[in-house]
Each structure stands twice: as C-alpha cells, then as structure tokens.
C-alpha cells in the first residue's frame, strides 16, 4: 500500500522509537515478525516506500497497528501495552534477564505455532 511521505515519516519515526525502546536487535525483531533480519533491518532503518507484509509484520511485533488513525500518526495496541506492562513487572533490569525472558517468549511462540500446526492438521 502506497503511503503519503508525511504518514510514511511518521510510520518511520514510532519503528525507530519502538525499537529504540524495546532494545531489542534487528535479529531478534525479525525472528518475531517472521521477517528476514536484511528486510528487518531495513525497514526499522525506515528505508521503505510502501507499506508491505513485512513492514505490516514488523510493526506488529512492535505493537504499532498499521491502520493509521484520521491524523496518520499509528497507535500503539493497548493489548501489547498490558503485555509490556507484566513483562517489565518480571525483568529484573539486567541484559542476562532481558535475554532469558526473550528466550523464553520465542519458545512459548514456538510451542503454540507448533500446537496451532498439530490442530490444523489433526481435527
């Protein structure tokens, strides 16, 4: 989807401050949003002309909808927010806890992808 310059600056500038929020690397945000890390990196560089799948992706992980409210500027998803919320309540500040709990969260995302797979496949 074609975007104006003014809402894509916009769109660039809450990819960088979510990822500069969240501290997480372009690997890491990529292994979330299912994207490759070059075409991770790229978009939270803000090096896109269109929305695509995988700046929808990306911006998913981050927990910024897409569909851009009558001012253009995204909104952050208030579900993400409560899960941002009781994750910092667990993090005990250090990069150790910040790795471990990442860690933990992929797995749980593997776990239900593979649970989802098996219910798909077994009705």
Same mark, same amino acid.
């Given at each position: 989807?074609?975007?104006?310059?003014?809402?894509?600056?916009?769109?660039?500038?809450?990819?960088?401050?979510?990822?500069?929020?969240?501290?997480?690397?372009?690997?890491?945000?990529?292994?979330?949003?299912?994207?490759?890390?070059?075409? *991770?990196?790229?978009?939270?560089?803000?090096?896109?002309?269109?929305?695509?799948?995988?700046?929808?992706?990306?911006?998913?992980? =981050?927990? =910024?909808?897409?569909?851009?409210?009558?001012?253009?500027?995204?909104?952050?998803?208030?579900?993400?927010?409560?899960?941002?919320?009781?994750?910092?309540?667990?993090?005990?500040?250090?990069?150790?806890?910040?790795?471990?709990?990442?860690?933990? =969260?992929?797995?749980? *995302?593997?776990?239900?992808?593979?649970?989802?797979?098996?219910? *798909?496949?077994?009705?």
């Amino acid at each position: 989807m074609k975007i104006d310059s003014k809402t894509r600056g916009k769109l660039v500038a809450a990819i960088q401050q979510r990822v500069a929020d969240s501290g997480l690397s372009y690997s890491e945000i990529a292994r979330a949003a299912d994207v490759d890390v070059s075409q *991770a990196s790229r978009i939270c560089r803000g090096q896109f002309k269109t929305v695509s799948q995988n700046v929808v992706q990306i911006c998913k992980a =981050l927990g =910024l909808k897409t569909e851009a409210p009558q001012d253009g500027l995204p909104t952050v998803n208030p579900h993400f927010q409560r899960l941002q919320n009781g994750l910092y309540k667990l993090w005990d500040q250090t990069p150790e806890d910040a790795d471990r709990l990442f860690q933990l =969260l992929i797995q749980l *995302a593997e776990i239900r992808q593979a649970t989802n797979s098996k219910g *798909a496949t077994n009705p």
